[in-house]
């Protein structure tokens, strides 16, 4: 088993995949550690939509004016959505689960990349939520923070730049 400053040091996002679809253990892995994410009082507003479904990806990868056009190559996604009525921290509950999903997907040796959803615009300057939302028939009461591409690795990347981290360390922490 890794440590998990390893996994952290490996993690990169990826956005080509390979052409193989994931298995159910794999996306049944990467649920249960989102589930299993530290929440506010532990109320869990957070829930999820797996889409596999080629057509939807491919609608998804427009949800964005940039930065979302490679999901129509990804095998996988996972939509994280929270409802605010459940909890006021919907925002950071439902971000420590994609940040579960992302680094579950590293420790499985799969590539992922988080698509940011919440405040951005597609080309049109329609809302990315309210088209996501349209795409997948998702209830009213659900926002969408974000979803994650996930596969198999396209191709491998370098672990991060322990120097470069080092470095921002002088800049980045202050100890008192």
């Given at each position: 088993m890794e440590h998990f400053s390893?996994?952290?040091?490996?993690?990169?996002?990826?956005r080509k995949f390979a052409d193989e679809r994931l298995t159910e253990e794999q996306i049944q892995s990467l649920l249960d550690v989102a589930l299993m994410a530290p929440t506010s009082k532990g109320l869990h507003s957070y829930s999820f939509c797996v889409v596999e479904n080629p057509e939807k990806l491919t609608a998804l990868s427009q949800c964005k004016d940039m930065g979302s056009q490679f999901v129509s190559g990804a095998p996988c996604a996972i939509v994280v959505m929270a409802d605010p009525e459940i909890s006021d921290v919907w925002i950071e509950d439902s971000s420590t689960a994609a940040m579960s999903i992302l680094y579950q997907s590293e420790a499985l040796g799969l590539g992922a990349c988080w698509v940011q959803?919440?405040?951005?615009?597609?080309?049109?300057?329609?809302?990315?939520?309210?088209?996501?939302?349209?795409?997948?028939?998702?209830?009213?009461?659900?926002?969408?923070?974000?979803f994650l591409a996930i596969g198999h690795k396209g191709m491998e990347r370098?672990?991060?730049?322990?120097?470069?981290?080092?470095?921002?360390?002088?800049?980045?922490?202050i100890r008192m």
């Open positions: 390893e996994l952290a040091e490996k993690r990169r996002s990826h959803v919440r405040n951005r615009k597609d080309s049109e300057g329609r809302d990315s939520e309210a088209v996501v939302r349209g795409i997948l028939s998702l209830p009213e009461n659900l926002r969408v923070v974000c370098k672990g991060q730049n322990m120097e470069k981290i080092s470095a921002l360390k002088a800049d980045k922490v």
